[in-house]
């Protein structure tokens, strides 16, 4: 595997394949992502409406995806250099539940394949944020948020070394919190 800090993705084939992944990623997200309007969407109780497709009512992550593909990208490859999984961030981000961490480079959305997970991907994503990401920015505090039931993802970061920053109560719904994390390098 290969993850690089790539900035913005331009390449076509690219932006299939982060597409691709995203939508297979979809679900396994609180709300789903086919249910918001943004990476940084503040009210997490309600998203953008399903689109209509062919007569069906399905959901797809496309208004997400729209203003998810503008941001930073980090991009891990697998041997045939295929997309395996993806890290997105915005610079320079800073909201009301951050305000005492200050400015920092924050990670929106991750993504692995799910015949490729526990093969060390997020962490390949993570180490290339902690390193040449935050170096190439110029910043050194990273954060993140995730929700109160996403366990897994919450003992990782604190094992990386993420401190627990701001929890909103019930910000996804009755007994769903939103969690704030960040690590300064």
């Known amino acids: ?4 800090y790539v900035g913005r993705v331009t390449d076509e084939k690219e932006k299939q394949q ?3 992944l995203l939508c ?3 679900q396994e ?6 249910a918001r309007n943004s990476s940084v969407q503040k009210d997490l109780r309600s998203g953008a409406p399903a689109e209509e497709q062919a007569g069906d009512t399905v959901q ?3 208004v997400y995806f729209d203003e998810m593909i503008g941001q930073e990208f980090i991009l891990a490859f697998d041997e045939d250099g ?3 999984g993806f890290m997105t961030f915005k610079k320079d981000y800073t909201c009301d539940a951050l305000r005492d961490f200050g400015t920092s480079l924050y990670i929106t959305t991750i993504c692995v394949k799910k015949n490729l997970r526990r ?4 962490s390949g994503l993570y180490d290339c944020m902690e390193t040449t990401a935050a170096e190439a920015c110029g910043c050194p505090r ?3 948020r995730t929700w109160s039931e996403n366990e897994a993802h919450m003992k990782g970061l604190q094992h990386r070394g993420y401190r627990l920053l701001a929890v909103l109560k019930d910000d996804r719904g009755p007994g769903i919190d939103t969690v704030y994390y960040g690590m300064e390098k």
């Open 1 to 4: 595997m290969r993850t690089e």
């Open 18 to 20: 982060i597409w691709e």
């Open 24 to 26: 297979e990623c979809d």
């Open 29 to 34: 997200f609180w709300p789903p992502l086919s």
């Open 60 to 62: 797809k992550p496309t």
């Open 82 to 84: 295929n997309v395996a």
């Open 119 to 122: 093969q060390h991907i997020m």
């Open 142 to 144: 990273i954060s993140t």
